[in-house]
């Protein structure tokens, strides 16, 4: 076992194996908090917020050149039909299709679990589904481009009828947005683009300025500042998909797991950023020396692997626990956005007792990269242990109810006592009033 990870063992056999485990719950939940209302980061956002929604675009343009050291004025902001379609056709081929793919996979999911565009209407009651008018996406791009993001909101919100669609990204590749990001944008049909992050574009477009339209709804990651400004105008004046961040992925591991699979799944996301988590939970002890083993000589091979260690030695855990099932009740505790099983045989069985993740990636050969990239679900996915209340993005959450009632005369005769008798008992007599007048005419 590799003398540099051992720390990252713990087994339920040590004497003080709950206060670990405590103690690494409650890092994993700080870091993944956003800073209290009464922060200086919060205080800031909101002082951002209130600026961008009084001076629209001059603040935009101020707090593009001091974050991002990008001077975009007013019409710059928005990326040009030209530009979209150059950085579409620089695509490689082989990208080209492989993004289709994921495209097609995507479309294909989100249209077979949609429940909007019906309406029910029975007995004088029932519902229809209406979707969002318009959506603003948040795509990441200070670390790396992320043409899947685009993928995995955008997708989700076409099938469920959205009309119009806002892309934002952070202007840090030679000062615009990067190719592959636009040409994904272009593939989709999306032609609203605009080079702006931050706290800045959370504002622009949840308030509207003098040359960008005002959303009604935000989806998409981004960093502890991108994420506290959507907190603070999510139902105010838009709609958001969830507070979302840093990654995360638990992994419930049995004696039949690859070591070295495993290892390489937790790297996977502890290459994200230093702030990312890796665990493991399992019932075998020589698994968990192998994995260490594992994780230790892949580490040194990968580019990010100073963000990696710093994840591993901080968030990241290997757990040796009496059971699975008491695997399966950590793993419910921690209610991580992604859920690896690797239990052989029993994977699919262990799979269907767990009842708080994000996305469950069932059996050894469905890593996180394969929801991340290409099955269908959006890896839009609630972090935090925000999965005990929240779930993944769909093509649901861009469709709204409308409740439709309509009562018949003889309807109205029928329920009439009922509702005037509740009506008085709340001592609303102009609600009463508004029944009884129907009777007398």
């Not at 039909?81 to 995507?106: F, K, M, T, Y």
Request: proline share 4%; with cysteine.
């Amino acid at each position: 076992m590799s003398d540099t990870l051992q720390d990252l063992l713990i087994a339920s056999s040590d004497s003080d194996f709950d206060i670990k485990l405590t103690q690494l719950r409650s890092d994993m939940s700080l870091a993944a908090r956003l800073a209290g209302h009464d922060s200086e980061q919060n205080r800031t956002v909101a002082r951002i917020l209130c600026d961008v929604a009084e001076r629209g675009d001059r603040a935009v343009t101020q707090y593009t050149k001091q974050f991002d050291d990008v001077e975009l004025h007013g019409a710059e902001f928005r990326i040009g039909p030209d530009e979209l379609r150059a950085a579409h056709a620089s695509l490689d081929a082989e990208l080209l299709a492989s993004l289709r793919g994921a495209i097609d996979n995507v479309r294909a999911y989100q249209e077979k679990i949609f429940v909007g565009g019906r309406s029910t209407f029975s007995e004088g009651t029932g519902i229809r589904y209406t979707p969002i008018r318009r959506v603003g996406v948040c795509v990441p791009g200070a670390a790396a481009p992320l043409p899947s993001t685009v993928i995995m909101t955008v997708v989700p919100a076409q099938v469920a009828g959205v009309g119009d669609i806002a892309v934002v990204s952070p202007p840090r590749y030679q000062g615009s947005i990067h190719p592959v990001i636009l040409a994904v944008c272009h593939e989709l049909g999306v032609e609203e683009v605009y080079r702006i992050g931050g706290v800045q574009a959370v504002g622009a477009i949840a308030y509207g300025t003098q040359t960008i339209a005002k959303v009604d709804m935000i989806v998409g990651p981004g960093n502890s500042w991108v994420q506290a400004a959507k907190k603070n105008v999510a139902g105010d004046c838009v709609g958001i998909d969830s507070v979302a961040g840093p990654s995360e992925v638990f992994i419930i591991a049995g004696d039949q797991a690859n070591p070295a699979w495993v290892a390489a799944d937790m790297l996977s996301q502890a290459e994200h950023a230093a702030d990312s988590s890796a665990i493991v939970a399992t019932d075998s002890r020589p698994l968990a020396e192998a994995i260490l083993t594992h994780l230790s000589s892949q580490l040194r091979e990968l580019p990010r692997a100073a963000d990696a260690a710093e994840s591993l030695r901080k968030f990241s855990r290997v757990i040796v626990v009496e059971s699975l099932e008491r695997a399966v009740e950590l793993a419910d505790a921690f209610a991580s956005e992604h859920l690896e099983i690797q239990c052989g045989d029993r994977s699919r069985a262990i799979a269907e007792k767990v009842h708080n993740a994000g996305a469950i990636f069932i059996g050894p050969h469905t890593p996180v990269a394969v929801g991340d990239y290409w099955a269908g679900p959006s890896h839009t996915l609630p972090t935090g242990t925000r999965a005990t209340f929240s779930s993944a993005v769909t093509s649901n959450d861009f469709v709204k109810s409308i409740s439709l009632i309509e009562y018949t005369a003889a309807q109205l005769a029928a329920a009439a006592d009922d509702i005037i008798r509740l009506a008085e008992t709340e001592g609303l007599d102009a609600h009463a009033r508004s029944i009884k007048v129907r009777g007398e005419s």
